[in-house]
């Protein structure tokens, strides 16, 4: 991996890959249709990417299916294993392009590709999946039984699920990407990737990385950016896809499980979350109201974001003011700028969602404490300032809602059970946080939360051996460890009479 201590940008050198990837070649749209990839920090058209057709998206279907049906993809383990390693290193080769080229078209901080939004998942997204091939139990024998007087053995089998349909959302694409690359391929299947519209490069560079770098054969994986959402759906609706393995908002994940239904799609669902962090009465506050600031990171665009700060009432006008020098020094701009830590949102549509939120928040009657417009030094570029608001209610519109803006939320509670009672009062179930003095007591809360996830005194939950999602209306399915690769297989029972 490349040396991580220097945290410049460098700027893109090379143009954004416009081309897709359908079974094994590098082509363009049907007509040569693209649509343009925009720089969300600047407002500038960094270039095009292929907006692949109904037809387009047909013909990648048509080659996934037939590489699970006619290749030894889905059975030969040493292959695989090859390619993606052969993979991780094409794209280590090119990490420092990919580098710059998420911070254009994310308008992700350059400080976050060395973390979550690249160097992160890139270190074992790939090449975990490829270890646990040897060490996964693709085959167990169950003892020796007589059911109904008829004696058998029997053993399960573990077989590749088929045809995945990954859909990507645009906050962490890379990420998200390869994190369903690895364990996909892995487990055997063949995978068709739709990207998001909004960031569609991260992906043909894998696509011809793939095609020009690595013996993954034709059809095994396609990429097939488009700017209509609904060429996505086509993976959902059509029956030579198994699996959907969808990363995005709730409200589309629902439509997916609906489209889905008519074949019976297998669904793995990642969706929104509103995290709750509770700082217990014994938690130090200073320390950790000094960090909420970290909560612009990205630009709040983070599904597992702790965006409700639970503050026992006691303590609560002291932390208001901690918070609010905190989100007064946050690094927000340009995402090149080695010190940002908050970029511009996605779209001017996003941007105009967040300010709708905070609108609302006020209307609402929450204080706001600080930010809340687009920032007057900022003309260009999708800004949002960093938002605190102090008297929320739990009822109100944005604690509950997923608002994916800088914007966070400080909600007093009187004991323990009221804080877990105003955590758990949510439709999402994604993340948490319990801080305190005392480990024991702090667990003991964690575990009364219903998430899929809960950070105690700090702790990270991540990596690719890490499972990881959403309770409730936050997903079905986890991203990463056994349980995800897992997801990825079908059980199959052969019981032979003896
Ligand atoms: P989105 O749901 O609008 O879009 C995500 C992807 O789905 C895009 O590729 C889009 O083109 C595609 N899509 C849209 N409509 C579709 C349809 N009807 N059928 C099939 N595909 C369709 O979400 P977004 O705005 O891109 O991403 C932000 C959301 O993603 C947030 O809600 C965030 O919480 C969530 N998210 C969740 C996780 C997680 O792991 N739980 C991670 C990142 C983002």
């Given amino acids: 991996m490349t040396d ?13 890959e416009v081309r897709m990837l359908i079974d094994g070649q590098l082509v363009t749209a049907e007509g040569d249709r693209r649509f343009d990839n925009l720089n969300p920090a600047t407002e500038e058209v960094l270039g095009q990417a292929a907006d692949a057709s109904a037809a387009d998206m047909d013909r990648a279907i048509a080659a996934a299916r037939r590489a699970f049906d006619e290749t030894t993809w889905s059975t030969d383990h040493a292959l695989r294993q090859r390619c993606l390693r052969q993979l991780h290193d094409a794209i280590v080769s090119e990490q420092e392009l990919f580098r710059s080229e998420l911070v254009a078209e994310v308008g992700t ?60 959302p645009w906050n962490y694409p890379f990420e998200i990407l390869i994190n369903k690359l690895g364990q996909a391929l892995a487990a055997g299947n063949t995978m068709v990737i739709k990207p998001a519209p909004d960031t569609p490069w991260n992906a043909t560079r894998i696509g011809r990385l793939i095609a020009e770098q690595t013996d993954i054969p034709a059809g095994v994986v396609n990429v097939v950016p488009s700017s209509d959402h609904l060429i996505g759906e086509q993976l ?77 009432r006691s303590r609560y006008a002291e932390a208001v003011e901690l918070a609010k020098a905190s989100f007064e020094t946050v690094a927000y701009g340009d995402p090149t700028d080695p010190g940002t830590i908050q970029g511009p949102q996605i779209s001017a549509k996003q941007r105009e969602r967040v300010l709708g939120y905070i609108d609302q928040g006020v209307a609402e009657g929450a204080r706001l404490v600080t930010g809340g417009k687009r920032p007057a030094h900022l003309p260009k570029g999708f800004y949002v300032e960093p938002t605190l608001f102090a008297d929320v209610d739990n009822g109100m519109t944005i604690a509950q809602e997923e608002i994916f803006g800088p914007v966070l939320c400080l909600i007093p509670f ?85």
């Fill in 4 to 16: 991580t201590t220097d945290t410049t940008a460098t700027p893109v050198t090379a143009e954004g």
């Fill in 236 to 312: 959902v609706t059509d029956p030579r896809v198994d699996l959907i393995s969808f990363t995005g908002s709730t409200a589309t994940g629902k439509r997916i499980m609906a489209a889905g239904a008519p074949t019976m799609k297998r669904l793995f669902l990642e969706l929104g979350g509103k995290s709750a962090s509770i700082l217990l009465d014994d938690a130090d506050l200073e320390s950790s109201m000094a960090m909420v600031g970290f909560l612009c990171m990205h630009a709040g665009q983070g599904c597992a974001m702790q965006t409700r700060i639970l503050i026992p």
């Fill in 109 to 168: 901080p350059v400080l976050v590709t060395y973390m979550a939004q690249l160097d992160a998942p890139l270190q074992d997204g790939l090449l975990w999946p490829a270890a646990m091939i040897d060490r996964f139990e693709w085959e167990r024998t169950l003892p020796d039984s007589e059911p109904f007087g008829m004696p058998t053995s029997s053993r399960v089998v573990k077989e590749a699920a088929g045809v995945v349909g990954a859909i990507i």
């Fill in 414 to 498: 009187t004991d323990d059970d009221d804080a877990v009672r105003i955590a758990n009062e949510s439709i999402y179930g994604l993340s948490g946080g319990v801080t305190s003095a005392d480990d024991e007591r702090a667990l003991a809360v964690a575990r009364r939360i219903r998430t899929g996830t809960v950070s105690v005194n700090g702790g990270v939950f991540y990596g690719a051996d890490t499972p990881f999602g959403g309770y409730k209306s936050s997903g079905i399915g986890r991203q990463n460890g056994i349980e995800g690769f897992e997801q990825y297989t079908e059980t199959k029972t052969i019981s032979v009479g003896r």
